[in-house]
């Protein structure tokens, strides 16, 4: 079994200022985790993904994320909000030996003022 | 290089019909997932198929039913149109069933309401 939970469907943060939205997941297996961004009207792109090796992964657009396996934990990251970055993001857990199924988080609606 | 094509974008139908969904994976892809996201909330997985079968199957009714064709295409059927089936309809496509450490290529979607 698999689950994610993210804290805070809505953030609220100034242009310039730290990014993070948070995600706790389970597993009964060792995951591989992802984040997707999604724009209004659009499908989800793939912003990075952890699966073995560094905890520390980078993705797209100065996004980054940390596996912290004790806290079963992988919160995104970025140290300077954009405009750009406004929109919604999922955290995705895929259980290693669950042949590609993922368990989507709620999603977290990002905003950023001006 | 194509990503994920799905059609149609929108779609209006009463309840008690039928819908058919078409995706076209990235090139390269070989397997199609399909996904349904009700508003404000996360995807949900409807199925899985690779090499022609369904692989995999979320907790959704048997009137949720899928095709893969020899050339990767998919197709999402839904029979007896209730309210509650109106969401996104989400395509995904991957490399390998089992790889699941790939991640996902979405499509845009099509949005279906049920009226």
């Known amino acids: 079994a698999q689950s994610v939970t993210q804290l805070g469907s809505h953030v609220s943060v100034s242009e310039g200022a730290l990014v993070l939205l948070r995600c706790n997941y389970s597993?009964?297996?060792?995951?591989?985790l992802f984040w997707y961004v999604q724009y209004p009207n659009q499908g989800l792109q793939l912003l990075l993904k952890?699966?073995?090796?560094?905890?520390l992964v980078k993705g797209i657009n100065g996004f980054e994320a940390e596996f912290k396996k004790s806290e079963t934990s992988f919160h995104l990251t970025k140290p300077s909000a954009h405009m750009s970055d406004a929109a919604e993001y999922f955290c995705?857990?895929?259980?290693?030996?669950?042949?590609?199924?993922?368990?989507f988080g709620d999603g977290t609606t990002l905003t950023v003022k001006p | 290089d194509a990503g994920v094509t799905q059609s149609p974008t929108h779609l209006i139908k009463t309840r008690g019909q039928q819908v058919t969904l078409r995706c076209s994976p990235k090139?390269?892809?070989?397997?199609v997932s399909w996904y349904q996201q009700a508003l404000g909330q996360g995807p949900q997985f409807i199925f899985q198929?690779?090499?022609?079968?369904?692989?995999q199957r979320g907790n959704f009714p048997d009137r949720f039913s899928g095709h893969q064709f020899p050339n990767y295409s998919s197709e999402l059927n839904v029979n007896a149109l209730l309210l509650g089936d109106s969401a996104l309809y989400l395509c995904?496509?991957?490399?390998?069933?089992?790889?699941?450490?790939?991640?996902?290529?979405f499509g845009s979607g099509t949005r279906l309401t049920v009226v």
């Open positions: 995904a496509s991957s490399l390998g069933q089992g790889r699941g450490s790939h991640g996902y290529t």
């Open positions: 597993s009964s297996v060792p995951p591989y």
């Open positions: 952890y699966t073995t090796g560094a905890t």
């Open positions: 995705a857990v895929t259980g290693d030996t669950n042949a590609g199924k993922s368990t």
């Open positions: 090139s390269g892809h070989d397997t």
């Open positions: 198929y690779y090499e022609e079968e369904e692989r």
